[in-house]
């Protein structure tokens, strides 16, 4: 595929730092806009003076022209754009639905608005298995009508919409990208919010107790960076999509509980496992159905959960012993 102009919305984030190492590593030139709320400049620090590379920092929910125009300049015109930059937590869109509102539909309308006005060929989009709610059927299929619990997985959705809007109206290639649980190497354990993985190997690498919401029977499909990565980037390079919803995980489903006791067992951890409530809108099965991936992105999977934990637990140790040199 030809070198482009790439924007990444949130690429200094989790998932977006590891689609900017991708993206340069194919040959694209690549902006990023983040506002540095939860992402870090050390994500992108083995990539940063690199002349393919603009990071910028700003709020995705303002109008883009004027914050990308210095890049415009320099790397040419945007061609495409990953939209990761989000308020990611369900908790907080409870506390903060108009904030929430703001940032991740409103971010979506300004990324869209700049692609109708400036020629930009396709937006792939991160939404979530939030927009499911609590689907009582498994596999979890895009076709189920979607019923979100929380501001966050609403506003997931309408941004669905809109890309299926811009698509139909303006003629923009859309498509937004189903994440079920993604882990993996640079995810924050930072905040309370961060995801369970995560959380869990901060805790095991200092031998502190692991809490689990609830029994720990509720199921995730927990789907690697690097696999999440790679549907992105099919996505994005896609120049046909109509806003069609595509579910990225892996098609297996494991208990939040084997989820502790395997994060405990690489990290050679004495971290005990304790028991809390569960959460507030909180999903209780999940996996994937993968068909439409296959067939639309041709994206299948390739990590299983024990060896994505292994290389996780890896970067983790690593992390710990440049934290304690
Ligand atoms: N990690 C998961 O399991 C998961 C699951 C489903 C969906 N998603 C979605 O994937 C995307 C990426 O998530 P992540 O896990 O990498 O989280 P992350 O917090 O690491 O990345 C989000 C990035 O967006 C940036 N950001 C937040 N508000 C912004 C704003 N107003 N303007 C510009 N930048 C802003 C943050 O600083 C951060 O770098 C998000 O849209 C999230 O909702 C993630």
Same mark, same amino acid.
């Given at each position: 595929?030809?070198?482009?102009?790439?924007? %990444?919305?949130?690429?200094?984030?989790?998932?977006?730092?590891?689609?900017?190492?991708?993206?340069?590593?194919?040959?694209?030139?690549?902006?990023?806009?983040?506002?540095?709320?939860?992402?870090?400049?050390?994500?992108?620090?083995?990539?940063?003076?690199?002349?393919?590379?603009?990071?910028?920092?700003?709020?995705?929910?303002?109008?883009?022209?004027?914050?990308?125009?210095?890049?415009?300049?320099?790397?040419?015109?945007?061609?495409?754009?990953?939209?990761?930059?989000?308020?990611?937590?369900?908790?907080?869109?409870?506390?903060?639905?108009?904030?929430?509102?703001?940032?991740?539909?409103?971010?979506?309308?300004?990324?869209?608005?700049?692609?109708?006005?400036?020629?930009?060929?396709?937006?792939?989009?991160?939404?979530?298995?939030? %927009?499911?709610?609590?689907?009582?059927?498994?596999?979890?299929?895009?076709?189920?009508?979607?019923?979100?619990?929380?501001?966050?997985?609403?506003?997931?959705?309408?941004?669905?919409?809109?890309?299926?809007?811009?698509?139909?109206?303006?003629?923009?290639?859309?498509?937004?990208?189903?994440?079920?649980?993604?882990?993996?190497?640079?995810?924050?354990?930072?905040?309370?919010?961060?995801?369970?993985?995560?959380?869990?190997?901060?805790?095991?690498?200092?031998?502190?107790?692991?809490?689990?919401?609830?029994?720990?029977?509720?199921?995730?499909?927990?789907?690697?960076?690097?696999?999440?990565?790679?549907? %992105?980037?099919?996505?994005?390079?896609?120049?046909?999509?109509?806003?069609?919803?595509?579910?990225?995980?892996?098609?297996?489903? %494991?208990?939040?509980?084997?989820?502790?006791?395997?994060?405990?067992?690489?990290?050679?951890?004495?971290?005990?496992?304790?028991?809390?409530?569960?959460?507030?809108?909180?999903?209780?099965?999940?996996?994937?159905?993968?068909?439409?991936?296959?067939?639309?992105?041709?994206?299948?999977?390739?990590?299983?959960?024990?060896?994505?934990?292994?290389?996780?637990?890896?970067?983790?140790?690593?992390?710990?012993?440049?934290?304690?040199?």
């Amino acid at each position: 595929m030809a070198a482009s102009h790439v924007l %990444v919305t949130g690429g200094a984030g989790f998932i977006g730092s590891h689609t900017v190492d991708r993206l340069l590593d194919d040959g694209h030139r690549v902006t990023v806009l983040d506002d540095f709320s939860q992402g870090s400049r050390l994500n992108l620090a083995t990539r940063l003076g690199l002349p393919e590379l603009v990071v910028i920092a700003g709020d995705v929910a303002e109008p883009l022209a004027p914050t990308l125009a210095g890049a415009v300049a320099r790397l040419g015109p945007i061609e495409r754009v990953v939209h990761l930059a989000a308020q990611t937590s369900v908790t907080r869109s409870f506390e903060a639905p108009l904030a929430d509102l703001r940032v991740n539909a409103g971010g979506t309308l300004q990324v869209l608005e700049y692609a109708r006005e400036h020629g930009v060929r396709a937006v792939a989009f991160a939404s979530s298995a939030a %927009v499911y709610g609590d689907a009582t059927e498994l596999p979890v299929r895009e076709d189920f009508v979607p019923a979100p619990l929380s501001p966050y997985g609403v506003h997931k959705l309408a941004s669905e919409q809109y890309l299926q809007s811009w698509s139909a109206v303006h003629g923009v290639s859309t498509t937004p990208l189903r994440f079920f649980n993604v882990y993996g190497p640079r995810q924050d354990p930072g905040s309370p919010y961060s995801g369970v993985i995560s959380l869990f190997f901060a805790r095991a690498f200092a031998n502190a107790p692991l809490n689990v919401d609830g029994d720990g029977s509720q199921t995730r499909d927990m789907v690697y960076v690097s696999d999440v990565v790679d549907a %992105v980037t099919r996505a994005v390079f896609r120049d046909d999509g109509r806003g069609e919803p595509i579910n990225v995980g892996t098609g297996g489903q %494991v208990t939040v509980a084997e989820l502790a006791r395997l994060v405990v067992s690489f990290a050679k951890s004495n971290s005990v496992i304790t028991h809390g409530p569960a959460r507030t809108g909180s999903i209780v099965h999940s996996r994937a159905a993968v068909e439409r991936a296959r067939e639309l992105l041709g994206f299948v999977a390739q990590i299983r959960v024990a060896a994505g934990l292994e290389r996780t637990a890896a970067w983790f140790a690593a992390e710990r012993a440049n934290t304690l040199a």
